[in-house]
């Protein structure tokens, strides 16, 4: 999965060759989710998958915003999936955000499950779900964005990377629901973590005034496939 020649153009021309090559190899893939007629994984949904605990917070259930089918996910990520290419991941948070907020330390309003995908009876238990809308991928390569501070760990003044993002933008534009790559939207990001999961709100399933929702994970525990360590952040409209 490699960038467009285009931006790698852009990116040599505009810096020196040792902070352009810096700059270039903190590209990281991902997919871009788009909404469909139909797709392996979806937005919302009830999943029918092997039993598990519905996820809560402070004793509610908490709402699945998305399932993500890992062996899709591993077809097109490859060896940069870094999870079982069997079952779903279950993308779940606290809908009614009463998670102390706390910033760039994200919150623990969230959970992510990993499923078998074996249809059984749901176990009992009350369920907050939305109307599905299946997902349809598009590998996506991208680059961090002025806004992530990347400008600063290279040396370069701020003018100076968002000059530059301003002509990178339209040749990598940002999907409404991404998995892994850089932070598209404009949540608190937390230190030390990378996106696994950024949505936004879609027609008919916005969550009163937040538009967007971001889960966020370690470098650790993505390499290590580790998922109980997630945080979340979200965008108020």
Known sequence: MNLPAEVRAIVRTRLAEETATAYLD???PSIGWATADEGWSAFGGD??????????????????????????????????????????LLFFHDEDFTAPYSGEAGDDGCRVLHVAN????????????????????????????????????????????IDLWED????????????LGHPDHDVPHVGGHVPLLQLQAEEGTAWGEVVSVTFWITEPDLRAGILTNVRRTYEVA
């Open 168 to 179: 990178l933008a339209p040749l990598l534009p940002a999907p409404r629901h991404r998995l």
């Open 47 to 88: 999943p029918s998958v092997a039993a598990f605990d519905w996820p809560t917070y402070q004793g509610e259930p908490m709402l699945m915003l998305a399932q993500i089918d890992c062996a899709e996910a591993a077809e097109i990520l490859g060896g940069a999936w870094p999870f079982t290419d069997e079952g779903r």
């Open 118 to 161: 074996s249809p059984v009876s749901p176990l009992p238990g009350r369920r907050r779900t939305i109307p599905p809308l299946p997902l349809v991928p598009t590998p996506l390569a991208g680059l961090p964005s002025w806004t992530t501070g990347v400008g600063d760990a290279l040396g370069l003044e701020t003018v100076t990377m």
């Open 26 to 28: 903190t590209a990281r």
